[in-house]
């Protein structure tokens, strides 16, 4: 075997070495040219409300509690070098030594699996870098590693790395993680605490206490042994700190105002830029929304206090604006610190009788008005394919004889929207559904009409925004501007133009129809569905009510705002606590009434071609002065009730009773009288 000359070996390790130098020089030279790099924390992503005050700040990895070097204990510092860079104060960014040894261990096992990173690499890894181990991201660390120490003090460092790194959990910075795990300041943790927080960074999945405490345990020990070894404290501080059995008060931090709708901000603001969440939480943006603090606080305030505290049921809500669809206020579920799963966004759930509106909007187009009767009694639909449905109303009640349009919406009568589902053809309400802005998959089949496809409370609302609106379709969103940290506008929402959907007439015909609801005039072989909440309402408000086995809701509008609310439970479970049924309800009436307080009452535009009349509500006919019930209803011209209603007319009925007995003989006559 032949050797290789001496002379070239030199040569080739100089080269190696010559190359090495110029490297750095040029990384070196390359970061003192670009200056120091900035900060996340001065690029902070500021929300704002509608009124241009500040309901959240978004760092991305950068704390919300950021303490100065100072302001945090020393032995938090000091463990935190003794664990995770011994030479900190000694080297310029990089600790050789360590490099080397770990780079032997990555070449013999073939993989990035062992690390050597110092604090300023860790720190800017969460600054500026993702967490992937590939040989270009660790060049990049590099890069940022020299900027940092080039620009800023170890202090500086030390103060950022402390204040960013990540404790698992949503938790970064060492404030942060101990109000996580403790539920306390860190000036306030005890030796066995930092040394078991100090821990964790290394892996945060591996060496949380709460994943696995043996792990922690242990790391925890490696920590206090190397703090001794450091004569940073004695043995007898050590073997105290392992004796404490630590007690976890798990406190999830949460933003103060609408949490839910910040997360769907963050989204939208992300989908209109066309850049990460990430990017948008750290790129120094302003983001100008459309949320209404006091409606906020006011649509939390009635859940709280309607839901049982000891009730594990969920709730959604959304209220809007009608005309422009801007978001007022949301509820994504009772407490985001426990899930921050967005109920009102994410949730599809079957919303019962609040479909039917949509089924009687297709079918006032199709012949039917207010006063248009069906028989209300059990009833059996066959099936083209020989199958049969039968539905049944709440409670298994009634009416056993023919009733109006405008009382079977008012009392949900089952059985006559499904024979009207059926009369139009169970298309008709598909394709009306997607008039109203629902895209799904629904089922063109009976049951559709008692809403037994899944969708939105965002969705839901939206399409009875339509109604509240005139007809025209409604495009939620939350944000109305943005301007970048330079003060430029990146993004602002162009004047709603919105388009004509619903016929004006038939859209105001159905939500005169709605506001029977809560009219006990229309009261029949049951109450008015919203009979329970129409003491509570000062305004004239139209909605609709549904339910399922394991679903409540309660939607509704004034000509200012709709408001979707959803309660149930994530598992589907049923509701059986009869209570729990109404809480749609009452969260919707206290919430609505809180929100038009001190307002005139607005009323629903009427358009031209629509005539108002009396009508007895049993028989849809015109009411008399005999009739002992009346509400004024509305029909398109041409198509109103022309005959009055007979059924109370007192004097035909007596004339009628006269003419009978005088046929009868005198016993009959003295057998009625009696019996």
């Avoid at 090495?20 to 001065?42: R, T």
């Avoid at 070097?69 to 860079?85: S, Y």
């Avoid at 939390?300 to 009730?311: H, L, Y």
Wanted: aromatic residues 10%; contains cysteine; hydrophobic residues 35%.
């Amino acid at each position: 075997m032949r050797l290789w000359p001496k002379k070239l070996i030199y040569k080739i390790i100089l080269s190696l070495v010559a190359t090495g130098i110029l490297s750095f020089a040029v990384i070196y030279l390359a970061a003192f040219l670009m200056g120091p790099p900035k900060l996340v924390g001065e690029q902070a992503t500021i929300i704002y409300d509608q009124q241009g005050e500040i309901i959240g700040e978004e760092r991305g990895t950068h704390t919300k509690h950021w303490l100065s070097l100072d302001e945090i204990p020393p032995i938090v510092a000091d463990a935190a070098i003794a664990i995770e860079d011994q030479h900190f104060f000694d080297h310029h960014g990089f600790d050789y030594k360590r490099i080397g040894a770990a780079v032997l261990e990555n070449i013999t096992s073939a993989s990035l699996k062992e690390g050597a990173s110092t604090l300023t690499q860790q720190y800017a890894r969460n600054l500026f870098l993702s967490p992937e181990k590939t040989w270009t991201r660790k060049m990049k660390e590099a890069f940022y590693t020299v900027r940092l120490e080039m620009f800023y003090s170890k202090e500086e460092i030390l103060e950022g790395y402390l204040n960013t790194i990540y404790y698992g959990h949503g938790a970064y910075g060492i404030e942060s993680a101990s109000n996580y795990f403790f539920n306390k300041s860190v000036t306030d943790l005890s030796l066995a605490e930092v040394a078991m927080l100090t821990g964790i960074p290394k892996g945060p999945t591996y060496y949380s206490p709460l994943n696995d405490e043996d792990n922690a345990k242990e790391r925890q020990q490696l920590i206090l042994q190397n703090l001794v070894q450091k004569k940073i404290i004695s043995k007898k501080e050590q073997t105290a700190a392992l004796q404490v059995e630590l007690t976890y008060s798990v406190t999830q931090e949460s933003p103060e105002i609408a949490p839910f709708f910040q997360d769907v901000v963050l989204q939208e603001a992300s989908s209109l830029l066309k850049l990460d969440p990430s990017d948008i939480k750290t790129g120094g943006y302003q983001i100008h929304t459309t949320l209404n603090r006091n409606l906020q606080q006011q649509l939390e305030d009635k859940t709280s206090e309607t839901i049982n505290d000891k009730s594990e049921i969920e709730t959604a809500a959304i209220s809007m604006d009608p005309h422009t669809g801007a978001v007022l206020a949301m509820v994504g579920g009772r407490d985001y610190r426990q899930s921050t799963y967005n109920r009102a966004i994410d949730a599809k759930r079957m919303p019962g009788s609040t479909f039917k509106p949509f089924l009687y909007y297709a079918a006032l187009h199709h012949g039917y008005t207010a006063s248009t009767q069906l028989m209300s009694k059990p009833t059996t639909f066959e099936m083209e394919n020989g199958e049969v449905y039968q539905p049944s109303n709440f409670n298994g009640y009634y009416a056993n004889e023919p009733i109006t349009l405008a009382q079977a919406l008012a009392l949900s009568d089952n059985i006559y929207a499904v024979k009207t589902n059926m009369y139009l053809g169970t298309e008709k309400l598909t394709k009306t559904a997607e008039q109203f802005g629902l895209n799904g998959d629904f089922p063109a089949v009976p049951s559709l009409a008692l809403g037994t496809a899944s969708v939105s409370v965002e969705a839901m609302t939206a399409a009875y925004g339509m109604l509240a609106n005139g007809g025209k379709e409604v495009d939620t969103y939350t944000i109305g501007k943005i301007t970048d940290r330079h003060g430029k506008d990146v993004y602002e929402r162009e004047r709603d133009r919105s388009e004509q959907i619903l016929d004006p007439k038939k859209t105001f015909i159905l939500t005169h129809l709605m506001t029977g609801m809560f009219d006990k005039e229309l009261n029949g072989y049951t109450s008015v569905t919203g009979s329970r909440i129409a003491s509570k309402l000062t305004k004239l408000y139209a909605g609709k009510s549904g339910s399922t086995n394991s679903d409540s809701w309660m939607i509704g509008y004034s000509p200012s705002n709709v408001t979707g609310v959803w309660t149930g439970y994530d598992d589907n479970r049923n509701m059986e606590v009869v209570s729990e049924s109404a809480y749609a309800k009452e969260i919707w009436a206290t919430f609505m009434e809180a929100a038009h307080a001190g307002e005139p009452q607005d009323v629903f535009a009427m358009p031209s071609g629509i005539v108002g009349i009396p009508i007895d509500p049993a028989t849809g006919k015109i009411a008399t002065p005999d009739c002992g019930n009346s509400r004024v209803m509305y029909y398109e011209k041409g198509t109103e009730p022309r005959s009055y209603c007979t059924d109370h007319n007192t004097l035909e009925k007596d004339m009628e009773y006269i003419e009978d007995t005088e046929e009868k003989g005198v016993f009959e006559r003295w057998f009625d009288a009696f019996f």
